[in-house]
């Protein structure tokens, strides 16, 4: 297999201000020569750069918001501009919601699918032409769990990530032959700061058992795209609930998931009530 695009590559990472993404950029500055680290929040991306300072990669921090569809059209063009080349493009910056979807906020929901579809398309779209050109790069999304089964609860987050599981796996057919790679990841549960920001379905937080660590989870994204492997589910309870969802009888799971929505449906409706 041809070297890794990582190694002496410049490497963009989107959400690399917290969890699964900081880790990726802190693991990459050990093999790439320039990390662009991309999120809304600059302070957190400064600290980030501040502690890889001493690591051999340049960390350029780029603060900006991906629901701005021109700041996102114009990233990939400055980066270039910048340093020449993206070799590596980490799709990682993603946003959930958890509830009926009747009653979501509809902003919301429109800064996720922002976020989790168009930020994920237009960023993809910019970075291929050159790579197309050098017969060369890499393409790592990360998508989820959700992004192969279904959840009622998480009908829109669920929907954005069969979108990113879709759109990774026709393009990955569609680069075939021009030695660019498109992998994706499809994490269970992470223990990050995603959790904080998506209303939880439990009156209280998982397990600690549950999740995988941020940074094994990134270990394995970016071993993914070293091997060039089209769909990673990494960490034990992720891969099970994952290959549980593959192979159980549609009807089946489609039965369960149901039987589950109306126990959920229940008891937000009696939460509201409280
Ligand atoms: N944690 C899990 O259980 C889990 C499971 C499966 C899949 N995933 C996926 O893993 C990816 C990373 O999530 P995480 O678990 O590491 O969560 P996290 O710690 O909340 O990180 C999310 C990252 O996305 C960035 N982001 C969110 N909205 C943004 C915006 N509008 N513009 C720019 N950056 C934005 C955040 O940065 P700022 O807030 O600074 O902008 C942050 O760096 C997501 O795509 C998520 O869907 C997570």
Redesign the pocket.
């Known amino acids: 297999m041809s070297r890794s695009p990582i190694d002496g590559g410049v490497v963009v990472v989107?959400?690399?201000?917290?969890?699964?993404?900081?880790d990726i950029a802190r693991q990459l500055a050990e093999r790439a020569q320039v990390v662009v680290v991309?999120?809304?929040?600059l302070h957190?991306?400064e600290a980030l750069a501040e502690a890889l300072s001493g690591s051999t990669a340049q960390i350029d921090v780029r603060a900006?918001?991906?629901?701005d569809d021109a700041a996102c059209g114009s990233l990939i063009e400055h980066v270039t501009a910048a340093h020449g080349r993206v070799d590596v493009l980490v799709?990682?910056?993603?946003?959930?919601d958890f509830g009926l979807l009747e009653s979501a906020d509809a902003n919301k929901i429109r800064?996720m699918i922002?976020?989790?579809v168009m930020?994920v398309t237009r960023l993809t779209q910019a970075v291929l032409p050159q790579m197309v050109a050098r017969g060369s790069g890499g393409i790592l999304n990360?998508?989820?769990?959700?992004g192969v089964n279904f959840m009622p609860g998480f009908a829109a987050?669920v929907g954005t990530?069969h979108f990113v599981t879709g759109l990774t796996e026709s393009l990955r057919t569609e680069v075939a032959g021009t030695g660019i790679r498109v992998v994706q990841v499809?994490?269970?549960?992470?223990?990050?700061?995603?959790?904080?920001?998506v209303e939880s379905p439990l009156d209280r937080s998982l397990p600690g058992w549950v999740?995988q660590s941020?940074a094994a989870?990134a270990s394995a994204a970016i071993a993914a795209l070293d091997r060039n492997r089209a769909l990673t589910v990494p960490g034990v309870v992720?891969w099970l609930l994952v290959h549980l969802g593959w192979w159980s009888p549609r009807m089946l799971t489609r039965g369960v998931l149901s039987l589950l929505g109306r126990l959920l449906r229940r008891e937000l409706m009696q939460r509201r009530q409280r």
């Open positions: 989107t959400g690399a201000s917290s969890g699964i993404g900081a991309v999120a809304r929040r957190r991306l900006l918001d991906l629901t799709n990682n910056a993603g946003m959930g800064w922002q976020v989790n930020a990360i998508s989820s769990g959700f987050y990530k499809c994490p269970g549960p992470v223990a990050t700061e995603f959790e904080a920001g999740e941020s989870c992720g």
